[in-house]
């Protein structure tokens, strides 16, 4: 499983040849549809449709995760304090992506020290 989190979804959203490469190889890979939890869309999401438009058609295509059940909120907050870094929606990505999965992102710090206390969880620049 492949999950984004917030500069995952900004990168591979822009109307870029790199992204659109990029989307192309996870297709070919079998690795679609991406996984977004749904509270990752508070960080690249404005509420302005002229601003979101991008953002919106790429969500489209991904499976965007809606319900958060207690025991990944509880796990996250394990791995923020094991790590002592993280955003409350790093962590949530970082568990998402449990056991064994990969996720894409450009924050690179934060996810990879919390991955280091998840199970099997590998960080890779989106």
């Known amino acids: 499983m492949l999950v984004l989190d917030s500069?995952?979804?900004s990168r591979?959203?822009?109307r870029a040849q790199d992204?659109?490469?990029t989307i192309a190889v996870l297709k070919r890979d079998g690795l679609w549809p991406l996984v977004v939890p749904s509270?990752?869309?508070a960080e690249p999401v404005t509420g302005r449709q002229?601003?979101?438009a991008n953002t919106n058609r790429f969500l489209k295509t991904c499976d965007v995760r809606e319900l958060l059940p207690e025991r990944l909120a509880r796990r996250a907050a394990e791995l923020r304090s094991r790590a002592r870094q993280g955003s409350a929606v790093d962590a949530i990505v970082v568990v998402t992506a449990e056991p064994d999965g990969t996720v894409l992102s450009?924050?690179?710090k934060d996810l990879r020290a919390l991955a280091l206390y998840s199970d099997g969880v590998q960080?890779?620049?989106a």
């Open 7 to 9: 500069g995952g979804v």
């Open 12 to 14: 591979l959203a822009r």
């Open 19 to 21: 992204a659109a490469a």
């Open 39 to 41: 509270v990752v869309l």
């Open 50 to 52: 002229r601003f979101d």
């Open 106 to 108: 450009d924050d690179l």
């Open 123 to 125: 960080v890779l620049r």
